[in-house]
């Protein structure tokens, strides 16, 4: 392993610290430098699908996903304005397309512990904290980076570059590629409360709520005791400053809104969020690459953002590894942009997308139409087959090994 190819990759989230776990399985060197000291554990991403699941079980952490995440088996939409439920999705339909017919709720702070533990016991797998990367310089044989560290300056030189730096990407910056898109003009508003929607209100752990007013996404995660903590995010409808939006007197209304009855929620966290669509222009420039949400971003509904982030990371890991072995030319890992990229346009963009429109769409006439088409599918059991293999990016992977 001391000869084989050194990857340098900057970012130790989700997305980061699995590319590197599926690097250093392939037995190149991998060296991890990441800014902050710990991984913060606000509320982001939590849904790990069907797909993404049959990649976390081959690099081994699957078992510990599921331990420490909440098995969701079924998701549903419904029409907020009648409180009526107009779809329920059943993933027990996947059981002959996959071992795991469900999605799990893992947090993704717990993902990166479990990621960066099973990252300890590769000798050829390092992650530094502490270590902000300030300068990229590129060159026709490696890399090297300059970091900032609590010492002073230190610097790094590997045989390439991957960057999993988030949507501000340095990295992608220092490539020169664009990130093309847009910035919703609305906020978001996320918190959490321990209130059990499931037991109290009969709702699924995951849940979509359409309304031309005001809609909402509602699922669960386990949270740090296992006890369960429900998300809930819904679009700030006003000017109002942060902090009114986030006060406990908005917030209390807020729910309240969306679910009277309750003397008193418990809310745990807040936050304000903005949501974006945006993809790079390309994936790959010479020995650099891009991965998770510095290669694209989207908004939550659907949970696809950090499946195709570990997407990315485990064709990049196969493809360098072929590279390493001789078993392929460096050509091929121009296959990384072909294939990633369209696939993230395809099946997380236009989703993503389609989703969020479904929640809040105005016009009645087709407001109407999509909530009716939601039950057509569900109806139809072939249809819901396919609906849920492309909802859990099954039929993406399947689609991917196509594109040479």
Known sequence: MAGSPHVLLIGAGPVGTVTALAIAQKGLRVTVLETDAVYDEKPRAATTHASTLE??????????????????????HW???????????????????????????????????????????????????????????????SVRLV????????????????????????????????????????????????????AGRGYSNRNYFSDPDRWLMLFKVAGNDMRGLWRVISPATTEQPDEEVLSEES?????????????????????????????????????????GDAAHVNNPAGGLGMNSGVHDGVELAELLSLVTEGKAGPEILDRYDRRRRPLNVEFVQEQTVSNKNRL???????????????????????????????ASLIASVRKGRTIE
Not at 56 to 74: A, K, N, P, T, W
Not at 268 to 286: I, P, T
């Open 360 to 390: 809040e769409e105005r016009d009645p006439a087709v407001r109407k139409e999509r909530l009716d088409e939601l039950r057509r599918i569900a109806a139809d059991p072939e249809r819901t087959r396919k609906f849920l293999l492309r």
């Open 251 to 291: 917030l209390q209304q807020r729910m309240q809104y969306f679910f009277p009855g309750a003397d008193r929620y418990d809310i745990h966290y807040r936050g304000v969020y903005r949501f974006h669509q945006r993809v790079a222009s390309c994936f790959r420039a010479g020995r650099i690459f891009l991965a």
């Open 147 to 198: 970091c900032a560290t609590a010492e002073g300056r230190a610097e790094f030189t590997g045989d390439y570059l991957v960057g999993t730096d988030g949507a501000r990407s340095l990295v992608r910056k220092t490539m020169g590629v664009g990130f093309e898109g847009y910035t919703f003009a609305e906020r978001f508003v996320g918190m959490t409360t321990p209130f059990d929607f499931e």
């Open 55 to 76: 990649m976390l079980r081959d690099l081994g952490i699957v078992d510990e996903v599921i331990r420490q995440g909440l098995v969701s088996s079924r998701f549903q």
């Open 79 to 141: 029409d907020r304005t009648n409180n009526q439920l107009v779809a329920e999705f059943d993933y027990s339909l996947l059981r002959d397309e996959t071992p795991f017919p469900y999605a799990v709720q893992c947090e993704s702070h717990k993902l990166v512990a479990i990621a960066e533990a099973k990252l300890r016991e590769y000798p050829n797998a390092k992650v530094l904290r502490g270590h902000e990367v300030i300068e990229i310089h590129p060159g026709t044989d």
